[in-house]
């Protein structure tokens, strides 16, 4: 049995997913670029801005999904540069409590929107 998670307080999906799914303990979060919630366009042009964005977002389907930052199991960052990781990992630790995550981060050739980050979360009721 599997629910979906929606939320307004996130983007909208752009295509045929859901923000999350609820299966069992875990619920799966689709992967957020930083898109402002309301008008659905771009937030920002630097890594800084976009991962806070991208982190609001999070935080918003966590929440509507019962969870926190801390019921993170896994996490998978893709970035258009791989040279902002820096940026992106003191942003990441600001949210995400001890014992963090399992995690992998790549650098891809693109994203939707041009976007220069996207994440994708596993959270899991204990």
Known sequence: MKTSIVTPNAPAAIGPYSQAIKAGNMVFLSGQIPLDPIT????GRDIETQTRQVMRNMHAVLEAAGMDFGHIVKANI????????AVVNKIYAEHVPNPAPARACVEVAALPKDALIEIEWIGCFA
């Open 78 to 85: 893709y970035l258009k540069d791989l040279n902002d990781f």
């Open 40 to 43: 659905g366009e771009l937030v």
